[in-house]
Every structure is written in C-alpha cells, then in structure tokens.
C-alpha cells in the first residue's frame, strides 16, 4: 500500500492536465512500427484552450479550475493611387493613400468546483461538480485614405468582404463590424477515473452533466455608399441567437470537450 499511495496525489500538490490523445496515437504508432510517426504535441484538454488545473488540500480533495485570458488585435495597410491626383511625370511616383484594417478581439474563459476522489491504490475514481462562464467577440475597422465621392473611391480590397456592397443596395465599402459577442454561462457534476502509470502521473477521462446557457449578439455593421448623387452611411444589423441545455457533454461552449482521454501531472 505504501508504494501504490506515493503515486498519487497528497495534500498541497498541483496538478495541469493536457490531452493525452497525440500521446497515445505516438505510442501506438510506434508499437506498430508505423514509419511516418511524428513526436507529439502538447495539446489543451478542452477546445476552449483553457488552461486546466488543480489544488489539492487532501489527497481525497481538491479545487479544480481552467482559465483563458486572450486579447489580440490584428492590422494590415495598403497603399492606393490618390483619386484625382495628377499623373506623375518620370522618375516622379504616383501620390498614394493608406488604407488600413484592423481587428481586435477577445476570449475569456473561467471555471471553478470541487473534486473529491476514491481509492486508495493507483486507480482512483472522483466526483464533483463545477461552474464555468466564456465570453468571446470580435471588432474589425477599416480606414480608407481616398474620400467617397458620388461615382465611388478607389480602395482596398483586404479579402475580408469590405468591398462586396451592403446587404440592401449592393454597393459601397465597409467601415466597421462591432457587437456579436457570445456569453456562455454552465454548472455541470461530472465523474470519472485515471489510473497512475507513473509516480504522480495518470491518465483518465471524465464524463458530465449539466446546465448551459449560450447568448451572441447581433453584429452591427456600417457601410459608406453611394446611389450616384448623394453619399451616406448604412447600419445593418444581423440576427442574435441563445441556446439552452440540460443534458449529458458531447461538446459544451463553456467546459469544452467532455469525454476526452486526458494525461495528468502532479507536482
């Protein structure tokens, strides 16, 4: 007994959980002397690319949790020929103008319970149950550096759709895109069971269920058009959209992947 306890976790260790999937493909592979095995990769446990982990105040508790803070923005700038400017006589350029795309956007993820385990020998069972919220969203501007007229601008063409025309009149250039954020909002009890193959390390899998909430947001855009005397600006707004659930885990928006063979670390 005393060799199977120091495999497993004790009071004041933590533990980080990765999916052990890559790693179980690499070793069966390689058992079957598969040629084109590749090294595996270290992948998040749930789709949400939260980080997952673990604090146990006894070896049969713990606090267990997932965090995701993600904020990134993405630019691109273009040159166009000025609209009027004259033409350059050599060696002399064409007058140019910037356009410019930009994208900001966001991706929280949190979840916090209990688990409490049995077994005393390298295959544990545990329980417990955790609550979990996610908020995501995206916003995109553009800039253009030749003023819209009445028979239009030269712009950019970003491949992003900016120059396909408003939903009504087919014409014009985007300006913008804000709004569409989705919330999620989850409580779940889960069980499962991991076997320690190694001191502290184990491989597992749980399943849940629960309660889960989605919410997005209507998109806004503005486009900048013109009917060919007057020139103005045009909001659109899309659809918004929510799901409720209470069921067993396939694929939750908030916890992630349910299901899932996971490796686990404790330290």
Do not use: C
């Amino acid at each position: 007994m005393a060799q199977d306890k120091q495999y497993t976790p004790e009071a004041d260790d933590w533990a980080i959980g990765i999916d052990a999937t890559p790693f179980l493909s690499y070793f069966g592979n390689f058992i079957g002397g598969n040629d084109g095995n590749t090294a595996p990769s270290w992948n998040f446990l749930t789709n949400n690319q939260t980080i997952t982990g673990k604090y146990f105040t006894s070896a049969d508790m713990a606090y267990r949790g997932s965090l995701r803070l993600g904020f990134g923005s993405n630019s691109a700038n273009s040159m166009v020929g000025q609209d009027g400017a004259a033409a350059p006589t050599y060696p002399n350029l064409p007058t140019m103008v910037e356009d410019t795309w930009k994208q900001g956007n966001t991706n929280i993820g949190l979840s916090g319970g209990l688990e409490w385990r049995k077994g005393n020998g390298r295959l544990q069972g545990f329980y417990g149950g955790e609550l979990g919220i996610m908020f995501s969203s995206t916003s995109t501007t553009y800039t253009y550096g030749n003023a819209m007229t009445t028979t239009g601008a030269t712009s950019t063409d970003f491949g992003t759709g900016n120059l396909n025309g408003d939903p009504v009149y087919g014409n014009g250039r985007l300006l913008s895109q804000s709004g569409g954020g989705t919330f999620g909002l989850g409580i779940r009890g889960f069980i499962g069971a991991e076997y320690f193959v190694l001191p502290k390390l184990s491989i597992g899998g749980e399943f849940g269920w629960g309660i889960a909430f989605m919410s997005t947001g209507a998109m806004t855009e503005t486009w900048e058009s013109t009917d060919g005397s007057a020139i103005g600006t045009i909001e659109h707004t899309g659809t918004k959209s929510s799901a409720f659930g209470i069921d067993t885990e396939s694929n939750n928006g908030v916890f992630g992947t349910a299901g899932s063979i996971r490796m686990t670390f404790h330290f």
